[in-house]
């Protein structure tokens, strides 16, 4: 008599495979479209690198607590403190909920496929503190040669551009956004704020502060 012993660890890894994949698919077709973010307290959500990465992954499929926590490399407690964070300001939502012994263990999913931050919110004091930032940031990595605060001025005016044109671009969908459609979205997102004239101030407003070394002729400030 012939005994075959089969390893099922393979088929175990295959069958969680197939089985995340459905969840991710199911996650997909049932969240909106887009989500127009016009609460400045919503929009503090995204200035956290923690937050951005979860919604991402949450974005993917379903997850529990657990799940993003290891995914992330942090510990249990502080991914539940954003969760409640996310899923407060309605960014997330809990898809199911699985009974493990004695407890239960809720399972995440994010509540639209693309996030779109107002251009509107580009006036907020809270926003351009971030901006400023990033200037900085940028001015001292690229070694730009111009003040800080104009700089700043110009991202501000870049940021608020392209959330117009991206909220406009969104408008023209006749029907679900598919996954895949990052690149087309992004060109018609760059073709659209380039036919704006505010678009022509804000690049003749950088060719004044940038040479034709590309760093720039004005001093920092």
Known sequence: MLIVFINYSPLKFVFYRLKKFLSMLFVFAYMMDVMIIRDLDVAKMFFDDTRRRILHLLKMGEHSATELARFLGISLQAVSYHLKLLEKHGLIEVSKTVKKRNLVEKYYRASAKIYV????????????????????????????????????????????????????????????????????????????????????SLVSEFSKIVGGDGNGSEKAA
């Open 117 to 200: 931050i107002s251009c509107t919110l580009a006036e907020s004091q809270f926003f351009g503190s971030h901006v400023k930032d990033i200037a900085s940031l940028a001015i001292e990595t690229f070694g730009l040669r111009c003040k800080a605060e104009k700089f700043s001025e110009l991202l501000r005016a870049y940021f608020k551009l392209r959330s117009k044109a991206l909220e406009d671009v969104l408008a023209w969908r006749r029907r679900s956004i598919e996954r895949g459609l990052g690149p087309a979205l992004e060109f018609l997102t760059m073709m659209r704020m380039v036919s704006y004239p505010e678009f022509d």
